[in-house]
């Protein structure tokens, strides 16, 4: 558990579900591998040069 979220971003809506999940009993992965995050990323952001 990451108490703070992945990011530690306070802005972030995803800053404090870990100690709400965790507290529930449940828990949410953290992908380590460059396969896992391929697999299972929920969004890509893309960055282009001008």
């Known amino acids: ?12 809506p995803f800053y404090d ?9 449940k828990y949410r992965k953290i992908l380590f591998t460059d396969a896992q995050i391929k697999k299972d990323k929920p969004y890509v952001l893309s960055l282009l040069p001008e």
């Open 1 to 12: 558990m990451i108490p703070t979220g992945n990011s530690g971003n306070f802005m972030s």
């Open 17 to 25: 579900d870990q100690a709400r999940m965790f507290l529930q009993g």
